[in-house]
């Protein structure tokens, strides 16, 4: 098993930056691919963006191109989100999600280990 905690949340101004971490621990010595995902008050989770195994390849949301960098040190077992330009549409809780495999994906159902989350909130 594998058990990923958040950090890095935090109240920001519209237009500032945040960087987000996800430390994993447990049974990390297996390929894991990661991602990130949110939820908005009164809305469904929905994906933000994953890196597959290697870090080579990377998904994101339309809503996030070119404000939001995902990476990953396998070194130190550590995913990070740089979030640049932030909207107040960006507020939500963030969850770090990880599951066995080499390639990043989207679909939320694929993913078997969550964090518990960490809160970003952007005021205008």
């Known amino acids: 098993q594998v058990q990923l905690v958040e950090s890095g949340g935090g109240l920001v101004q519209a237009g500032g930056s945040l960087r987000l971490s996800c430390a994993a621990s447990g049974r990390t010595n297996s390929p894991y691919v990661m991602g990130w995902f949110r939820q908005a008050p009164g809305k469904e989770r929905e994906f933000v963006t994953a890196?597959?195994?290697?870090?080579?390849?990377?998904l994101y949301a339309d809503s996030v191109k070119g404000r939001f960098t995902i990476s990953r040190d396998n070194a130190k077992n550590t995913m990070y989100l740089q979030m640049n330009s932030l909207k107040p549409e960006d507020t939500a809780v963030y969850y770090c999600?990880?599951?066995?495999?080499?390639?990043?994906?989207?679909?939320?159902?694929?993913?078997?280990?969550w964090g518990r989350g960490t809160q970003v909130t952007v005021s205008s």
């Open positions: 999600a990880a599951s066995y495999g080499y390639t990043a994906m989207s679909q939320q159902h694929v993913y078997t280990y």
């Open positions: 890196i597959s195994w290697s870090g080579g390849s990377t």
